[in-house]
């Protein structure tokens, strides 16, 4: 921020890349060009868990703080792993990969790596989300929320 009434000596820095981040150039659109090669190269998911907080975590919150704690935690089931995009394709596709992966019922969010970026360079964002529940035959799964996937080019018909 610059102080009142200050006046600069040399001129300040601009960024370099200023201009490239524009999607036109001199009026020309400038298509988005993807660094993945590969169409069937794995894609990396990364399974989290999202459950109701337990009772003794809500009471170490203080009491003038509770009716503003948002109860719902979120966890994550083991760490990133790469996926066939074919098992993707379809809400019945993934229901059976979470139910292997996963195995036990819970409600799951499927995260995928986007274009932003974290402090870590990859920002996992929520792309679908899957609810398995204890059935008589077993585990049953059921996809609940699935709209980022349609921007996919495995998820085109």
């Known amino acids: 921020m610059r102080t009142i009434g200050a006046r600069d000596k040399k001129k300040r820095k601009q960024r370099s890349d200023k201009k490239s981040r524009h999607s036109k150039s001199s009026g020309n659109f400038q ?4 660094k993945r090669l590969d169409k069937n190269a794995k894609i990396k998911l990364w399974v ?3 459950r109701i907080m337990s009772h003794e975590g809500y009471m170490r919150f203080r009491a003038s703080f509770r009716p503003k704690v948002r109860r719902v935690i979120t ?4 760490r990133p792993f790469l996926v066939d995009p074919q098992m993707l394709a379809t809400d019945e596709s993934i229901c059976q990969l979470f139910i292997d992966v996963v195995g036990y019922d819970g409600f ?3 995260m995928m790596p986007t274009h932003s970026k974290n402090s870590y360079r990859c920002s996992f964002k929520k792309k679908f989300s899957v609810k398995i529940d204890e059935a008589e035959e077993g585990l049953r799964a059921k996809v609940t929320w699935s709209v980022p ?3 996919y080019w495995f998820r085109r018909r």
């Open 31 to 34: 298509p988005y060009v993807s």
């Open 48 to 50: 989290w868990e999202r």
């Open 75 to 78: 966890r994550f089931v083991g």
């Open 108 to 110: 799951f969010l499927g």
């Open 149 to 151: 996937l349609a921007h």
